[in-house]
């Protein structure tokens, strides 16, 4: 069994950064893509991005090209997002997420099997 756990989250100021962290435990991580959702109160998840089991792969939904960056650390069994110009509308709930396939990203929640607890990003104009 896969344990994730978020960290890095936040209150900033529109224009800001942060860099969110998720340490996965419980089994081989290399063997996995991962991919980071977020919710905010009153919506769906939504896809922000995912990344492949070498890095080799990214992908990002267009709300978020070009300011946030996904990478991972496979000796350290982690995985990061990197969000730059953050704006209000990224304020939501940030959610790790495994998908037991490795070379292949998503954009579908229902492609990831294993999430962790999420850490709140709150972004003010």
């Known amino acids: 069994q896969v344990q994730l756990v978020e960290s890095g989250g936040g209150s900033v100021q529109a224009g800001d950064s942060l860099r969110l962290s998720c340490a996965s435990s419980?089994?081989?991580?290399?063997?996995?893509?991962m991919g980071w959702f977020r919710q905010a109160p009153g919506k769906e998840r939504e896809f922000v991005a995912a990344?492949?089991?070498?890095?080799?792969?990214?992908s990002y939904d267009d709300s978020v090209k070009g300011r946030f960056a996904i990478s991972r650390d496979n000796a350290k069994n982690m995985v990061y997002l990197q969000m730059n110009s953050l704006k209000p509308d990224d304020t939501a709930l940030y959610y790790c997420?495994?998908?037991?396939?490795?070379?292949?990203?998503?954009?579908?929640?229902?492609?990831?099997?294993?999430w962790g607890q999420g850490t709140q990003v709150t972004v003010s104009s």
């Open positions: 997420a495994r998908r037991r396939d490795a070379y292949r990203t998503s954009s579908r929640p229902v492609d990831y099997d294993s």
């Open positions: 990344i492949n089991w070498n890095g080799a792969i990214t």
């Open positions: 419980g089994r081989t991580f290399v063997g996995d893509a």
